[in-house]
């Protein structure tokens, strides 16, 4: 069975690096000055976050995780400081299906494409939109392939930032109200 939203709307409607930050922490990242950042912080005055993330309350209650990051690509998690060298709930995607096959996978488990480095992966443009769909069959298939990981998983494909790739409804504007 699935499910398509065709009125999905990103938290931020900005770029990807807010966005992300959005997606693991319910917050935009704040600079020095307490100012959120609302763009891709490409200005030089980047730092290691420190806020907590899903991943922290997903530990804190006993909640098992891992995130599958494509290099030569980094998860964004790495950008917060006790995940910068994590190499227990951080591995690298070339596990990913031995890790299925061996019904290996934690409770919660995030899969990163390839985000903009060659070749990319992630259905962003300027990238082939066609690499990005081969990952996410690659992810189906492993899955699949497994009776037993497949009977109890949830396979959710999001996109960080507006309106997805298929999304012909503009969001709405309104500001302080609160959506159902």
């Not at 951080?90 to 990163?112: C, N």
Request: hydrophobic share 35%; glycine share 6%.
């Amino acid at each position: 069975e699935f499910a398509i939203c065709d009125r999905y709307f990103c938290s931020h409607p900005g770029p990807t690096l807010p966005n992300r930050m959005y997606s693991l922490t319910g917050d935009l990242q704040r600079d020095r000055n307490g100012e959120p950042r609302a763009d891709n912080g490409v200005d030089g005055s980047f730092f290691l976050a420190r806020e907590p993330t899903i991943f922290d309350l997903l530990s804190q209650r006993g909640v098992s995780w891992r995130v599958y990051e494509s290099p030569p690509a980094v998860t964004m998690l790495r950008m917060f400081s006790r995940y910068a060298g994590d190499e227990t709930n951080i591995r690298d995607i070339q596990h990913l299906e031995a890790d299925i096959l061996q019904s290996g996978l934690p409770s919660v488990t995030f899969i990163d494409p390839s985000l903009h480095d060659a070749p990319a992966n992630d259905d962003h443009p300027p990238a082939d939109m066609l690499h990005g769909q081969h990952f996410i069959q690659r992810i189906y298939k492993a899955l699949r392939a497994n009776p037993a990981v497949w009977a109890k998983t949830l396979l959710v494909v999001t996109y960080d930032e507006h309106g997805g790739l298929f999304d012909y409804v503009a969001p709405d504007v309104e500001i302080g109200r609160a959506h159902d």
